[in-house]
């Protein structure tokens, strides 16, 4: 069964930095693209980024010169790189990838991880 995990969230002050990161479990051998989504307090969840395996990086304006999203060696990893974190990023940050081929499974479409808790608070 394939699964997405993600892990790296806590409770920071405000301007201190977080890396997040998301592993994809299973004998994977096609992940076109990974991202980062997150579920603030009260509100729905939002696009925060995400990069296909080889194109161009997307960023919601919000994060944009804060967070950096990053794809590691393996071919089912990412990375979310957060700086200068404000009160306002609080939220279960998601990870997601809308296509995923694994043996023994076959095409998996939109699969999420199960979150992790950022808290940005002074």
């Known amino acids: 069964q394939v699964q997405l995990v993600e892990s790296g969230g806590g409770l920071v002050q405000p301007g201190a930095s977080l890396r997040l990161s998301c592993e994809a479990s299973?004998?994977?051998?096609?992940?076109?693209?990974m991202g980062w989504h997150r579920q603030r307090p009260g509100k729905q969840r939002e696009l925060g980024g995400r990069t296909p395996s080889g194109g161009t990086v997307e960023y919601a304006d919000s994060v944009k010169g804060r967070f950096t999203i990053s794809r590691g060696s393996g071919r089912g990893t990412v990375y979310l790189q957060m700086n200068s974190l404000k009160p306002e990023d609080t939220a279960v940050y998601y990870c997601?990838?809308?296509?995923?081929?694994?043996?023994?499974?076959?095409?998996?479409?939109?699969?999420w991880g199960q979150g992790t808790q950022v808290t940005v608070s002074s």
């Open positions: 299973g004998s994977i051998f096609i992940i076109n693209a």
């Open positions: 997601n990838a809308p296509l995923i081929a694994a043996r023994g499974v076959g095409v998996l479409s939109d699969v």
